[in-house]
């Protein structure tokens, strides 16, 4: 089978909390995603607590791989507020890092289309968080409805374009309940955001991915049925391979 037939492997991990003691590990970890996938996705919490020092180790530790890698920030990246810092270290060692931005790639004689956000806490469902009430809550939620608008027009973006043949979605953040239920009920609200959710069924993703819940639940599936992978580090141990060919979903493998 050449190639242009063969599946697009997307691996992706999230909530890898580079720090010293990690020097080594992580690299031993991801050692063989070369071989396993065509691209690797970086889901969010690249820094236990948001220090350059530990975005630099991460590089060191994603030296050796060669696919393109993808990538989006978490809350623990925002520690220190060397976000945007982080964000050019890791863009210097070749990374795509997303805010509501896309990046295409040609991978296995497909177009790959990604977009990608942080996300942010709001609940789910019927359980949202309304703004209503004071100003703090209020601008509480709009958080959520702009990483919600972010995630929209990226995705809007490259729907439009006729040459993409599979598109992906990356969170720190869950879009979906069903991927977090393993935490806390009373920790939901803080582990994601259903408004993240309307746009990968508004525009047909193939994929989503999205870290943060460390106990929750490693797979599921929006209303309109799309694939959501919880791939937090903590939960899954590894990364997450999902496969994509001629326009559908294939098994995934943890």
Known sequence: MGDDQASIRIAAI????????????????????????????????????GKLEEAAILVEELHGIRIPIIGVLGNHDYERNHDAAICVRMREAGVAMLDGDTVTLSLRGHTVGFVGVKGFCGGFGDRLVAPFGEYPLKSFVRVGQTEAEK??????KLRHDAE???????????????????ESPELFAFLGNSSLCDPLDRYEVDVCFHGHAHYGTPFGHTPKGIPVYNVARPLVRTYVIHALKAGKSLASRY
Request: net charge negative; glycine share 6%.
């Open 164 to 182: 993409l043949d599979h598109l992906v979605a990356i969170a720190h953040y869950a879009p979906i309940r069903e991927t977090v239920v393993g």
């Open 151 to 156: 995630l929209d027009a990226g995705l809007r």
């Open 14 to 49: 999230a909530d890898v909390h580079c720090y010293d003691e990690l020097r080594g590990r992580l690299r031993y970890e991801l050692e063989s995603v070369n071989q396993d996938a065509d691209a690797l996705v970086l889901a969010g919490d690249l820094t236990l607590d």
